[in-house]
T-cell receptor, first 114, second 110 residues
Framework: NAGVMQNPRHLVRRRGQEARLRCSPMKGHSHVYWYRQLPEEGLKFMVYLQKENIIDESGMPKERFSAEFPKEGPSILRIQQVVRGDSAAYFC????????????FGSGTRLTVV | DAKTTQPPSMDCAEGRAANLPCNHSTISGNEYVYWYRQIHSQGPQYIIHGLKNNETNEMASLIITEDRKSSTLILPHATLRDTAVYYC???????????WGLGTSLAVNP
């Protein structure tokens, strides 16, 4: 039973390029969450999705960031026109439906903008 | 802002119990206490959670005070591999975002 799979593990982009981060949740999990972690800081919530629906995007920057979780395939976090301040670790977590379960996190994608 | 308060760092000798405290004095009746840890920038790892009763699993024990305003995570026999940042989070069950503080950096020493 594979865990939460994120790819790529490391991503280097030049300023102005697009970054696309992928997350495949655990089998049977229908809820996906994206978090960002800057160096020496805690995790910051970005967005919560269910299949084909964005449930809570209160942590997403208003511009350049978008997320989707299509009916088929992984969840995608897209960052357009990246800037140096986007350099961070991006973690995806998944959970089953219901109350009282812990999240399962992926290993993260380390984005470096040069 | 995080609803929990944790000491920024703690030390523990290898083989001894590590007791990590957490204050959550404003916890609501429907909020659980969750514990996660993060080992050297890896993805956070779920440890344990509880609502009212004390809980135990293969990783740790969670002791919640009767008034639910504080809790303690107990690693019964700490090993070097338990060196990590431990996060205490209160959350009204699943399917909601988690608000993370800065956690407690636990150093297990040989």
């Amino acid at each position: 039973n594979a865990g939460v799979m994120q790819n790529p593990r490391h991503l280097v982009r030049r300023r102005g390029q697009e970054a696309r981060l992928r997350c495949s949740p655990m089998k049977g999990h229908s809820h996906v969450y994206w978090y960002r972690q800057l160096p020496e800081e805690g995790l910051k919530f970005m967005v919560y999705l269910q299949k084909e629906n964005i449930i809570d995007e209160s942590g997403m920057p208003k511009e350049r960031f978008s997320a989707e979780f299509p009916k088929e395939g992984p969840s995608i976090l897209r960052i357009q026109q990246v800037v140096r301040g986007d350099s961070a670790a991006y973690f995806c977590a998944s959970s089953p439906q219901g109350v009282g379960y812990g999240y399962t996190f992926g290993s993260g994608t380390r984005l470096t903008v040069v | 802002d995080a609803k929990t308060t944790q000491p920024p760092s703690m030390d523990c000798a290898e083989g001894r119990a590590a007791n990590l405290p957490c204050n959550h004095s404003t916890i609501s009746g429907n909020e659980y206490v969750y514990w996660y840890r993060q080992i050297h920038s890896q993805g956070p790892q779920y440890i344990i959670h509880g609502l009212k009763n004390n809980e135990t699993n293969e990783m740790a024990s969670l002791i919640i005070t009767e008034d639910r305003k504080s809790s303690t995570l107990i690693l019964p026999h700490a090993t070097l591999r338990d060196t990590a940042v431990y996060y205490c989070i209160v959350n009204a069950g699943n399917n909601r975002k988690l608000i993370w503080g800065l956690g407690t950096s636990l150093a297990v020493n040989p």
